[in-house]
């Protein structure tokens, strides 16, 4: 079975309604771990640092996409409107780095600084650094950049680095699956954890918020085109995220002909993945166009998303942030 069959025959039954009943003495192990862990951090027994800014984590309990990155996006946004300066540290899953802390640019090569931190550069212009230890990070981007807020991008269980404040992230449709702790279930921590963060914002249709896709853009020239220009022709679908079905579902429902292509979440490509034999259009995810941009096919776009808030989330969101820094 290849790698993208495994992983989602182990997801089918995460969130599916029955564990792996083998593995459940392994996530009573993991808990007590975990438990543990976080007991540590709280005793004092491991350190954990403040830095001279607020400290706002937004992740998840559990592994797969939810929408964090677009939601860290959405995030910077609302900041920016409250007249605040964010910057954003991660640890820059995917990238291996000469050195750390990075400073990452919008052209950075997601080779060197993980896929999503450079599509954060890209999308939102702020100043994003990554590091594994993202203590580091976060000194170095107070040292380097006017930043009055720093948001970490992923780090729920990251308790070296204190925080302010915490929002927690959940696709609706897959929710926390069959609620067991890994490796028989997705969660990283218990359900209780939830209790402890600031808020917990649900992406899908009619939730918190929800993902809008924007014109496709082509990697080779830039130019855009509506996705209302595909309809009437079979398109690849590329999807190298936590859910892949989730950006297939999304082009069937503006009409698209889509052939599925899901690969493992920040897949690194080689052109001849892109390569399937004809000349048909190939859509991808943001994520993955930025590892794709040496390409220059002229059949490769990429498609953006646009993150939606409800009134109440983004009401919830500008009261979290006013009060993170005394506005």
Not at 223 to 247: K, M, N
Request: hydrophobic content about 45%; charged content about 25%.
């Amino acid at each position: 079975m290849s790698a993208v069959g495994l992983s989602a025959a182990i997801q089918r039954r995460w969130y599916g309604s029955r564990p792996i009943l083998a593995l459940v003495p392994l996530a009573g192990i993991y808990g007590g771990v975990v438990a543990a862990r976080r007991w540590a951090y709280r005793r004092g027994w491991l350190s954990s640092e403040r830095v001279d800014r607020p400290v706002l984590v937004i992740g998840n309990i559990s592994v797969g996409g939810s929408g964090k990155t677009p939601l860290t996006l959405a995030v910077i946004e609302r900041a920016r409107t409250l007249g605040l300066r964010p910057g954003v540290v991660s640890r820059g899953y995917g990238g291996r780095a000469a050195a750390y802390p990075l400073d990452v640019r919008p052209d950075t090569p997601a080779a060197q600084a993980g896929d999503e931190p450079v599509l954060i550069a890209q999308r939102s212009g702020v100043a994003v650094v990554v590091a594994p230890d993202r203590v580091a990070a976060a000194r170095y981007l107070i040292d380097h950049h006017d930043v009055d807020l720093i948001i970490a991008d992923d780090g729920l269980q990251h308790y070296r680095l204190q925080r302010d404040a915490e929002i927690a992230v959940v696709d609706a449709r897959r929710g926390y699956g069959n609620r067991r702790l890994l490796p028989a279930g997705p969660l990283r921590e218990p359900l209780a954890r939830l209790a402890r963060v600031d808020l917990e914002c649900v992406q899908g249709p009619g939730q918190d918020f929800w993902l809008e896709p924007g014109e496709a853009r082509c990697l080779a020239d830039g130019r855009t085109v509506s996705l209302d220009g595909f309809r009437g022709q079979r398109v690849h679908a590329v999807a190298g995220i936590g859910e892949p079905a989730r950006f297939f579902d999304m082009l069937e429902a503006v009409g698209l002909d889509v052939i599925r292509h899901a690969a493992p979440d920040h897949y690194r490509y080689a052109a001849d993945d892109l390569d399937f034999a004809d000349d048909r259009p190939v859509l991808m995810t943001e994520k993955d166009a930025v590892k794709c941009l040496s390409f220059r096919q002229l059949n490769l776009w990429a498609i953006p998303v646009t993150p939606c808030l409800s009134p109440n989330c983004a009401d919830a969101l500008d009261t979290l942030l006013r009060r993170l820094v005394d506005y």
